[in-house]
Nanobody, 123 residues
Framework: QVQLVESGGGLVQAGGSLRLSCAAS????????MGWFRQAPGKEREFVAA????????YYADSVKGRFTISRDNAKNTVDLQMNSLKPEDTAVYYC????????????????WGQGTQVAVSS
């Protein structure tokens, strides 16, 4: 079992920044690739960003590329999502997720999920 707890969400104006953090506990954090996903009301959960087990490789959705940065600290068992130049369409509940081995943009391939943190961007 891996337990994941997100934090850092909130309300921000368009063009602003937020930093989300996800704290993991349980099994060896470095055995898991990590992903961030989001879900807006009435929409399906969508991929945002992912990072491999040692942090050497990252992958982003086209909609956030150049604005968001995913990073991890295996010593602290955390994965962060730095979000800059936020837009109203970034408004959603953001979830972190863990999967063994390699990262993926497919939500159902992830084994463990946090409870989510709300991000709201006003225009």
């Amino acid at each position: 079992q891996v337990q994941l707890v997100e934090s850092g969400g909130g309300l921000v104006q368009a063009g602003g920044s937020l930093r989300l953090s996800c704290a993991a506990s349980g099994r060896t954090f470095s055995n898991y690739a990590m992903g961030w996903f989001r879900q807006a009301p009435g929409k399906e959960r969508e991929f945002v960003a992912a990072i491999d087990r040692n942090g050497g490789s990252t992958y982003y959705a086209d909609s956030v590329k150049g604005r968001f940065t995913i990073s991890r600290d295996n010593a602290k068992n955390t994965v962060d999502l730095q979000m800059n130049s936020l837009k109203p369409e970034d408004t959603a509940v953001y979830y972190c997720a863990a999967k063994p081995l390699h990262y993926s943009d497919y939500p159902r391939s992830y084994s463990y999920w946090g409870q989510g943190t709300q991000v709201a961007v006003s225009s």
